[in-house]
């Protein structure tokens, strides 16, 4: 039973308790490069989104960013937060999620 809970938190999960798809997350709980952002952090744009992040949004970033996410790539969250998953490093978005409302 033990291992399943490792192998469950090795899988990283939201703090809502969804579980990050396996395509998305490389990290831990604790170091997890997918993790909720706020919302102020977000701006629908023409064809998608831009996200906006500076160090304390993520923990992963260390410096600003702006990336843009294709309406095309975004994901349905599972619960009412934007996420987003930052991989191999904090200069690539691997997956990035919106609530079914802001789609």
Request: aromatic fraction near 10%.
């Amino acid at each position: 039973m033990g291992v399943v809970g490792m192998v469950k938190a090795y899988a990283h999960e939201a703090a809502s308790g969804w579980d990050y798809p396996l395509s998305c997350c490389f990290g831990t709980a604790s170091g997890g490069d997918c993790q909720a952002i706020s919302s102020k952090t977000v701006t629908p744009i023409a064809g998608g989104y831009r996200i906006t992040l500076v160090p304390g949004d993520h923990n992963q970033v260390t410096k600003p960013h702006v990336f843009e996410v294709p309406a095309d790539k975004v994901r349905i969250s599972e619960d009412t937060s934007y996420h987003i998953c930052l991989w191999p490093t904090e200069d690539k978005v691997q997956c990035f999620f919106a609530p079914p409302m802001s789609y």
